[in-house]
Every structure is written in C-alpha cells, then in structure tokens.
C-alpha cells in the first residue's frame, strides 16, 4: 500500500518561489523512481522533473535553473524548490513514485502564478 500526499502549493507573483513536498506513505516495497509532474486544463501530464536510481536528475528544459528536485528517503519525501516562477509554470502538480513496475500519483496540489 503506497499513498503519496503533495503540499505547498499556491498563490504567487511572476518572480516568487514556492516550495512543493510529496510525502510518502508506504507498508514496504523499494523505490527506484520518482517524479514531479504537471498539468494544466486540455493537456496531458508533462514531466518537470525527475530522480531515478544512482541519483540520476532530469529538469524538463523549461525549469532548468530554476527547479530543483531532492528526495528525503529518511523521511519518505520529494520535494521540488521552484524559484523565479513564471505564468507558464501554473499547473496542477503531482508527484509519481515507482516501486517496480508499480506507479503511484498523488492527487496534486495547485500552482498559480499571477502576473
């Protein structure tokens, strides 16, 4: 049983910064992936960024310098530092974790960034 829960989402301005946690709550089971994704009204869930086994990071080149993914496993968290926050970056965004072949979502948390 994995249950993934997302936070710190919210209202800012252009320029601002906000800070998103995914907890992670889970009976067993490793994990070799997870993930920060977004999405907006229309569109498909694109990926922001990403941290695999052998601390593989990958930024989707839009936040590139300015996200930043780090994974807590002490304490069962992913977090994603977002600074300089444009328009472009509102969205609803959920965190994935992999355990296995097994994905698991969050069910989000929202973005807005007011101009």
């Known amino acids: 049983q994995v249950q993934l829960v997302e936070s710190g989402g919210g209202l800012v301005q252009t320029g601002g910064s906000l800070s998103l946690s995914c907890t992670v709550y889970?009976?067993?089971?490793?994990?070799?992936?997870m993930g920060w994704f977004r999405q907006t009204p229309g569109n498909e869930r694109e990926l922001v960024a990403e941290?695999?086994?052998?601390?593989?990071?990958n930024y989707t080149d839009s936040v590139k310098g300015r996200f930043t993914i780090s994974r807590d496993d002490a304490n069962n968290a992913l977090w994603l530092q977002m600074n300089s926050l444009a328009v472009d970056d509102t969205a609803v965004y959920y965190c994935?974790?992999?355990?296995?072949?097994?994905?698991?979502w969050g069910r989000g948390t929202q973005v807005v960034v007011s101009s």
């Open positions: 994935l974790l992999r355990s296995g072949d097994i994905p698991y």
């Open positions: 889970r009976s067993s089971g490793s994990i070799n992936y």
């Open positions: 941290v695999g086994s052998g601390d593989m990071v």
